[in-house]
């Protein structure tokens, strides 16, 4: 028996007696309750203990004999069998009770009908949990990893059994917990009865899978159609990756950084800004379209409405990521075995194609099935450019939220999304997981890559530079198009719709905001300013228990934390309105499930960085703090902390960045009191407030430039493209 | 005599990492205390694994380890009083000489004063008076290591262990630094494990060597023993590179053998209880004469090849047992290659070993 561990009960004994149980209605920062005296005789607001005697939660009587059960092993050494024994089956014993009350009793009695039938009845209702339950749970996982720890797992260690334990319950309880509510909803019928048959019925929908546009007539299901895009996508972008990589390394091109660092421009522009740039450009009054239809004659229709519209900025928008994968593999390919070739008296184009490509094909299949996750998942762009194109992302979106409010069709869409990017993930896993034949051997191979063969040159460099110029036209366009008073109508220049959105001044009465825009970008920018540092807290402690430590369950571990890479945000964004919305755990319409949603879809970035930065780390550094009596926890803080400064800021910026350009899972979670840019502004679009959208969009973009810039002058010039390498 | 304090034992230890790889197989030693006794072998057979169970790096997976008589098989490093310097030297590269130093003594929650005074004799003691606000990546690598010593001295631990400490070296500085750790081993009369793949760096700093193959112990015994009478072909051929000859057994006489090398003239040596068919003669390469004559001669020979070294000769001489690998110091009359010569053994450095 330690203080630590008395501590811990300290903690859950507050959390009985003295805070509210359950969650308030006044939200997280509520403190009404603290004001309002009797509290304790308040149903709302009563702590536990008066919630068993005053308003009949029977089932919340046996949690403080779990609490106090450590007790037993009190005066006792840590490896004295009753101390570990109390302290498993407090954890085991309470954290058992809590989930299986939260799970069977919420707002109408019990939640499962067998429970009725069993039971009768149950007239009581009860909330999500609050404060209390909180402050009671944590020392029950304490007690448990605690006791884990006291039979010896990992050498004993508390903070890491305490800390797998930890990131093990937050990815259950905001991973798959979740998920499983898709299952659930999936598996339900109207009435909320569980039916094979709705599923099957609901899977197995024309909508779904029809194919009707094959044999003439009507449209095809949306998973062709996601289907089909996402492999026209994964194609473009790994395409048109492999020859900016060629160019970058292989033609003598002296500004591969200036190249590279292009490639930041995914991460700091929203998802839909291309789409709307490219209706600035290509849709119905479009500078390229009028300046055509001028020209030759041709009426203006509305093709960009679809799968070319969605494809072409889907494409702009993921070609850099395809790039900086790419140039890594083209790059690996080690010189000298191309040298080697061509002392063989193998010319240059016999040496491309029997040496370079065989050695770049693992890395192309890699760059492909990630522009296949990232068009599957992506939602911004057939949101605004999908016309009658429509994908699972979108079909999902609306099937919820419209007048349809399907929750089982949603769910069942959700599943055929999540199958899709899954399987991809699973392949490029297995992909990457065999050993790589790509050789970076590191110092001493200092030939150089051959150039290109001089018959493709051209070919290469004309289609580069056409894409190139491409992209920073609809970049241009963006910024451009932000000044202009109607595109298209009138095109005078204007500052009308930055004074829209973010006018503000100053009078008697302090500063005033009143652009329309201000409330979102409080509140995006508060938002990502309390999920960053959560997000690379926990994405750190996870890297370092995935490369430091070992422990049975080490694969699954990272599985778990692997694995949001591959769930679609809407997919994320739709189990968190399923689960969320009643007990145990009620979070919608709050900030917290915004801020929730960010850490653990933006959780991999943090593992990223903290991986590549500790593996660089030597092993022995913290095991000399060992050694020198620094128990783990110690050296994490004084040794590792501080070595990974620049890891932790990269985390920090990248999790702030993602979280403001969010939008596929935001949008389900926005609330009138939290509303974030992005839904606000594609809340314009739909509209045809494109002005005042691509404004927003431009103030956001340039935000987060200078977020992107701050952090690369603090860490000096490290790979930006980090996050991208899977 | 009495019996000295034991620092460190190991009862049938073994490691095994991933299920299959056996790193280190039913182990068993244990260690004076105030001694420096060295694990020896080639690389890949288990040392480091040694002495990162030693330190609680590494738990064993069967058999148990005591130190002082105290069973620590399951007790963790930070729990030991147990310091080790890394073959990396492992400094921590953002705090500067003083701050490594007193690290130790910091997670103990020592007081600030003793902190102070102690890091100072330390770094004293090393040498590094002056340059406690110096980075490690400040410092060169001999200075380095000092810092990497002071580390782990100022704990003043139980068990201090050194992972081929000098392995970062370049070769003029090693012989220094290694006369250094002795001499510091011997004024505080520390109890040492130190390891190293290097025999002559086992046999010039320890009291005692563990000679390590494929993960077990091959031989242990003070430096004159194992050079002098290895056990078996794997130490006579990795301490001091031995020739091994092909001999017969002539005759038993109680503890001595008697053992021709082909020809008429006998050599009488203790066989140590090795049967024929699992035995060859090691010699060491400086015990063999070469003579012009076949007088006293157990062998003839034809000189292959000859390199000058500067303070001796290295021949290679045919036979018909093999090539033997000489070293001869009179490398004013050397004999030149092709020529026959005929080859004598000194009294020394010549023994039975087992295969
Ligand atoms: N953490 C580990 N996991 C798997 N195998 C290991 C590990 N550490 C050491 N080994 C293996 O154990 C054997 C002994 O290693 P080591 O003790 O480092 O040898 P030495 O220090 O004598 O060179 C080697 O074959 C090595 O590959
Ligand atoms: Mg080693």
Redo the contacts with the bound molecule.
């Keep these: 028996m330690n203080r630590v561990v008395l501590r811990w009960m300290l903690l859950g004994l507050v959390g009985y007696l003295l805070l509210p149980w359950y969650v308030l209605e006044d939200g997280f920062w509520g403190f009404s309750w603290l004001f309002s005296g009797g509290f304790i005789f308040d149903g709302g607001y009563a702590p536990a203990w008066a919630q068993v005697l005053f308003f009949e939660k029977s089932w919340l009587a046996p949690l403080p004999l779990f609490l106090l059960l450590p007790l037993a092993g009190y005066k006792r050494s840590s490896s004295d069998p009753i101390f570990s024994s109390s302290l498993l089956i407090a954890g085991v014993g309470g954290l058992g009770c809590l989930v299986i009350q939260g799970l069977s009793i919420g707002i109408d009695g019990w939640e499962f009908s067998f429970l009725n039938d069993l039971f009768g009845p149950l007239s009581i209702r009860q909330f999500g949990m609050g404060y209390g339950a909180v402050a009671v749970a944590l020392p029950f996982l304490f007690f448990l990893t605690q006791g884990i720890a006291a039979r010896g797992a990992i050498r004993g260690d508390v903070f890491v059994v305490g800390s797998i334990g930890l990131i093990m319950a937050l990815i259950v309880t905001f991973i798959f917990f979740p998920l499983s509510h898709i299952l659930v909803s999936a598996l339900e019928n109207e009435g909320g009865i569980f039916s094979l048959w709705s599923f099957f019925d609901r899977f197995a929908s024309q909508g779904i899978w029809g194919l009707k546009c094959l044999y003439g007539g009507g449209r095809c299901g949306v998973a062709w159609n996601s289907l089909l895009l996402a492999l026209l996508v994964g194609v473009s972008t790994t395409f048109l990756g492999f020859l900016f990589a060629l160019v970058a390394t292989r033609s003598g091109f002296k500004r591969v950084r200036l190249l590279k660092s292009l490639a930041v421009l995914p991460i700091i522009t929203p998802p839909f800004v291309i789409s709307l740039s490219l209706i600035l450009l290509f849709g119905l009054s479009g500078t390229v379209t009028l300046f055509i239809s001028d020209l030759l004659g041709i009426t203006p229709s509305r093709w960009l409405y679809g799968l070319p519209g969605i494809w072409l900025a889907q494409v702009l928008a993921y070609t850099p990521i395809a790039f900086l994968v790419m140039i890594g593999v083209v790059e690996g390919v080690s010189p000298s075995l191309e040298e080697a070739a061509m002392t063989l008296r193998a010319g240059k184009w016999k040496t491309f194609i029997d040496i370079s490509f065989p050695l770049m094909r693992p890395g192309l299949a890699n760059a492909f099935l990630i522009g296949f996750i990232e068009s599957m998942a992506d939602f911004g762009n057939p949101m605004v450019l999908g016309g009658n194109y429509d994908v699972l992302s979108t079909e999902i979106f609306f099937s919820i939220v419209g007048s349809q409010n399907d929750q089982g069709r949603a769910a069942t869409l959700a599943i055929v999304l999540l199958f899709f990017t899954l399987s991809a993930f699973y392949l490029q896993r297995r992909w990457l997981g065999k050993k790589s034949y790509v050789t970076v051997t590191g110092k001493g191979d200092s030939g150089v890559h051959p150039p290109l063969p001089t018959a493709i040159k051209p070919i290469i460099y004309s289609i580069t530079l056409f894409w190139l110029l491409f992209t920073l036209v609809v970049y241009f366009m963006i910024l451009f198009g932000s000044f202009v008073e109607t595109w298209g109508l009138d095109n005078s220049l204007t500052f009308k719709h930055y004074v829209t959105a973010f006018s503000a001044g100053l009078d008697q009465r302090g500063i005033y905001f009143d652009g329309s825009a201000w409330n979102s970008f409080f509140t995006t920018i508060s938002i990502a300013t309390i999920a960053a540092p959560l997000t690379a807290a926990i994405g750190l402690l996870t890297a370092y228990l995935l490369v430091r430590q070992?422990f049975r369950g080490l694969a699954i571990f990272e599985f778990g934390t692997m694995l949001s890479f591959a769930i679609p945000g809407t997919v994320i964004g739709i189990s968190y309105i399923l689960a969320f919305n009643v007990p145990p755990i009620e979070l919608t319409a709050t900030g917290s499930i915004l801020v929730l949603c960010f850490i653990f879809r933006n959780m991999p970035v943090g593992v990223r960085a903290g991986v590549a930065a500790m593996s660089q780390l030597d092993k022995n550094l913290d095991e000399a703090s060992l050694t020198l009596g620094g128990n783990s926890w110690y050296s994490f803080r004084n040794i590792i902390l501080p070595l990974l400064r620049p890891a932790i800021v990269a985390a920090l910026v990248y999790s702030f960045v993602r979280a403001i350009t969010a939008i596929s899972a935001v949008i389900f979670l926005v609330s009138s009191e939290y509303d974030m840019a992005t839904s606000y502004i594609i809340g314009r679009v739909e509209n045809n407030d494109y002005g005042l959208a691509i404004a927003y969009s431009t103030v956001l973009i340039i935000f987060m430039l200078l977020a992107v810039l701050a952090l690369q002058f603090i860490v000096g010039k490290r790979n930006l493209g980090r996050r991208l390498r899977r | 005599m009495t019996t000295k304090k034991i620092a460190v034992r190991f009862e049938k230890v073994s490691?095994i990492?991933?299920k299959d790889?056996?790193?280190?197989d039913n182990v068993s030693f244990s260690i004076e205390a105030g001694s420096l006794v060295t694990?020896l072998?080639?690389?890949?057979?288990?040392?480091?694994?040694?002495?990162?169970m030693v330190a609680g790096l590494?738990f064993p997976s069967k058999g148990k380890i005591f130190i002082e008589n105290e069973d620590v098989s399951l007790l963790p490093a930070t729990k030991r009083d147990v310091s080790m310097v890394f073959q990396s030297y492992a400094l921590f590269p953002h705090m500067n000489v003083a701050q490594n130093v007193a690290y130790g003594l910091k997670a103990s929650s020592v007081p600030k004063d003793e902190i102070d005074s102690r890091t100072e004799e330390v770094l004293k003691l090393v040498g590094l008076t002056g340059f406690d606000k110096r980075l490690p990546s400040e410092l060169s690598g001999g200075q380095q290591q000092r810092v990497a010593v002071s580390r782990a001295l100022v704990l003043k631990p139980q068990v201090l262990l050194f992972?081929?400490p000098l392995s970062n070296l370049d070769a003029k500085l090693r012989r220094q630094v290694r006369e250094e750790i002795r001499d510091i081993q011997q004024q505080l009369h520390l109890s040492v494990i130190y390891?190293t793949?290097d025999q002559e760096e086992a046999l010039a700093v320890s009291d005692r060597v563990i000679v390590?193959r494929n993960?077990s112990i091959a031989q242990s015994g003070t430096p004159f023993e194992l050079y002098e009478t290895p056990n078996d072909v794997f130490v006579a051929d990795f301490i001091g590179d031995a020739n091994l000859l092909d001999i017969n057994i002539l005759s038993i006489k109680g503890d001595l053998a008697e053992i021709s090398l082909g020809n008429n003239k006998k050599l009488t040596l203790p066989h140590k209880g090795l049967v024929q068919n699992k035995i060859k003669l090691a010699v060491r390469p400086e015990s063999i004469f070469l003579l012009d004559q076949d007088k006293d001669a157990y062998l003839q020979g034809t000189v292959a090849k000859i390199s000058y070294l500067g303070s001796h000769l290295e021949y290679l001489i045919n036979t018909k047992l093999g090539q033997l690998f000489v070293k001869d110091k009179n490398v004013l009359r050397p004999f030149s290659a092709g020529s026959d010569v005929w080859i004598g053994l000194a009294k020394h450095g010549v023994s039975l070993v087992s295969l």
């Excluded at chain 2, 790889?21 to 280190?24: D, F």
């Design positions: 070992k | 490691k990492f991933d790889v056996v790193a280190v694990l072998g080639p690389s890949g057979c288990g040392k480091t694994t040694i002495l990162r590494e992972d081929e390891v793949h390590m993960a």
